[in-house]
């Protein structure tokens, strides 16, 4: 597995790596999530992403490194604990940190990031919305200072509110989802510009848009009332392009990722150890080549922001009965 530097953190990370959603109990069983995390660490991953609210992923992490012997940069997020949560609170901020490092079974974290600071009305985070100040900058700081978290970060979903709590400054990395990937490109126009300029590690999310890229679906071509026709039209494309290079979808989607050299690394969000295989399998085979690429271009021309009222995440194969209801 290749590796690639996080920024000015002096830290390399594999060019793929571990989203923790998905070894929660919610979504595998202890014994499975250890088979993953132990498997994509003999793969060369070397990095594992996590969160308070991603149910009980810290805990079932912990579990499966405690019998791994390799090098594993951790990274974890402020948010969402406990409840009710009060993000002007530093105790509460601090009691989070020691939890996440009592369920992790680490004296110290490599990353912490602050989660959803980019979203109103997620979480607020700030005394003022406009310099970006608040008690938790205060709170990172002296974690950094006592030595329990070496470097911060922002772990957003927008693509325009994000780039200003970038270029504060502050922060060394970003982990950025649904913004970059196949036929979603928005983070292109403000946040990894900003992330450059400042030197920050680039970390991609969700590059199968919460699966919407992860297979081809029937509703494309049988049609959806949520699914507009530039959009549909756009995937047609994108699902010719694949059966012509003979690709399946999630390798073209993590392909195209690495192909960006900006890019520090991607997340898979794998439930099983075939899954981490065949994404292993896919990164390793290297960026895309050029021409593939400027044909992806041209297909994410296409729509080249989110049509009025898509929703968020596209309910493929699930009812779909509002923009705030999917089931």
Do not use: C
Not at 20 to 29: C, I
Not at 49 to 76: M, Q, R
Not at 198 to 226: K, N, R
């Amino acid at each position: 597995m290749r590796t690639r530097p996080l920024g000015r953190t002096g830290l390399d990370i594999s060019e793929l790596s571990l989203g923790g959603l998905f070894v929660a109990s919610f979504a595998a069983e202890q014994a499975e999530a250890n088979r993953v995390v132990q498997r994509a660490v003999e793969l060369g991953v070397n990095y594992i992403d996590t969160a308070p609210n991603y149910g009980n992923s810290e805990e079932a992490l912990g579990k499966a490194l405690a019998s791994v012997h390799e090098p594993v940069v951790l990274s974890t997020k402020l948010g969402g604990r406990p409840q009710p949560f009060d993000p002007k609170d530093p105790e509460q901020l601090r009691g989070s940190v020691k939890e996440s490092l009592r369920l992790l079974g680490r004296e110290s974290i490599e990353i912490l990031m602050i989660h959803e600071p980019d979203r109103p009305g997620q979480y607020d985070w700030w005394s003022d919305r406009i310099g970006f100040s608040g008690p938790v900058l205060d709170v990172l700081q002296d974690l950094k200072n006592e030595g329990l978290v070496r470097f911060t970060g922002l772990g957003g979903t927008t693509a325009y509110q994000l780039p200003h709590l970038i270029k504060t400054g502050f922060f060394d990395v970003v982990l950025t989802a649904f913004n970059y990937s196949l036929l979603w490109r928005e983070a292109e126009h403000a946040v990894l510009p900003a992330a450059v300029e400042q030197g920050m590690g680039i970390i991609i999310g969700s590059p199968l848009q919460q699966g919407a890229l992860a297979v081809q679906h029937p509703e494309v071509d049988t049609g959806a009332w949520w699914l507009s026709s530039p959009r549909q039209k756009q995937f047609q494309k994108l699902y010719r392009l694949a059966e012509d290079l003979n690709m399946p979808l999630p390798e073209l989607a993590l392909r195209f990722v690495i192909s960006n050299p900006q890019i520090s690394t991607v997340l898979m969000g794998s439930r099983r150890e075939e899954e981490v295989e065949s994404n292993v399998a896919a990164v390793e085979r290297g960026p895309l080549s050029a021409s593939v690429l400027e044909e992806l271009d041209r297909i994410a021309a296409l729509v080249p922001f989110r049509p009025f009222e898509e929703p968020f995440g596209l309910p493929f194969g699930r009812e779909f009965h509002g923009p705030w209801e999917a089931r």
